[in-house]
């Protein structure tokens, strides 16, 4: 079992910038895929970004491409989500995840066997 606890998030304008960092505990998390999903209000669950540790490879949503950036640190069980120019759009609950297929193509909500409880992220105009 992997515990997941997710932090750093808040209100933020328009262009700002925030970090997210997603504390683990339980089981490492070397070698599993890693990664952030978000919901807004009124709107399904969504992929933003994911690391996988086979292939260290990331993935992106492609609305927030060259704007948010994944990182891992295995050492102190941390995952990482830089997200800067935010937009009003970016506005949800983020989440961590983990999943212990360290490979792969995941975009998928069902993909993923640990979540956290979330933390708002909030971008006004």
């Not at 606890?5 to 505990?25: A, M």
Request: hydrophobic share 30%; glycine share 12%.
């Amino acid at each position: 079992q992997v515990q997941l606890i997710e932090s750093g998030g808040g209100l933020v304008k328009t262009g700002g910038s925030l970090r997210l960092t997603c504390t683990t505990s339980g089981h490492t998390i070397s070698s599993m895929t890693v990664g952030w999903f978000r919901e807004a209000a009124g709107k399904e669950r969504e992929f933003v970004a994911a690391h996988y540790w086979g292939s260290h490879r990331s993935d992106y949503l492609y609305t927030v491409e060259g704007r948010f950036f994944i990182s891992r640190d295995d050492d102190q069980k941390t995952i990482f989500l830089d997200m800067n120019n935010l937009q009003p759009e970016d506005t949800a609950v983020y989440y961590c995840v983990a999943d212990r297929s360290g490979w792969g193509h995941k975009t998928r909500v069902d993909a993923y066997e640990f979540w956290g409880r979330g933390t708002q992220v909030t971008v006004s105009s």
